[in-house]
């Protein structure tokens, strides 16, 4: 579920859709972390996890910010930097640095492996 979350916010952000992103980014290291307390038993694939949760939580940061500073720039402005008539070419303001890419570490798919059994065996 986490990774699926993740894939899908990537998706979002390299799209633009930067609100749904940081939600889907935020929720993805929720079941992360989650996976890591309850089910990942291995401490390698615990450091692995937290090294893309870190990632993931940069970006959404970085996306929190953008998002704060877009909701103050209410105003397109003009490609010479001057607001004004709207027969004009409007330039907006640039979205965040590029979003984190996906790569599921092999102790994170070996993780999400171990977690699926594990939900077989106990239904």
Do not use: W
């Not at 952000?13 to 929720?30: G, W």
């Amino acid at each position: 579920k986490a990774i699926d979350l993740v894939t899908k916010a990537t998706e979002e952000d390299k799209n633009k859709n930067y609100a749904e992103a940081l939600r889907l980014y935020e929720s993805a290291v929720e079941y992360f972390l989650h996976a890591m307390k309850y089910e990942v038993p291995n401490e390698r694939a615990k450091e692995s996890i937290r090294a893309k949760c870190k990632q993931y939580l940069d970006r959404a940061e970085k996306l929190k910010d953008y998002i704060g500073k877009s909701k103050d720039k209410k105003k397109p402005v003009k490609a010479d930097g001057n607001s004004g008539s709207q027969d004009r070419c409007l330039q907006f303001p640039a979205g965040p640095a590029e979003p984190v890419e996906v790569v599921v570490p092999e102790s994170i798919a070996k993780a999400e492996s171990y977690i699926e059994r594990s939900m077989l065996d106990v239904l």
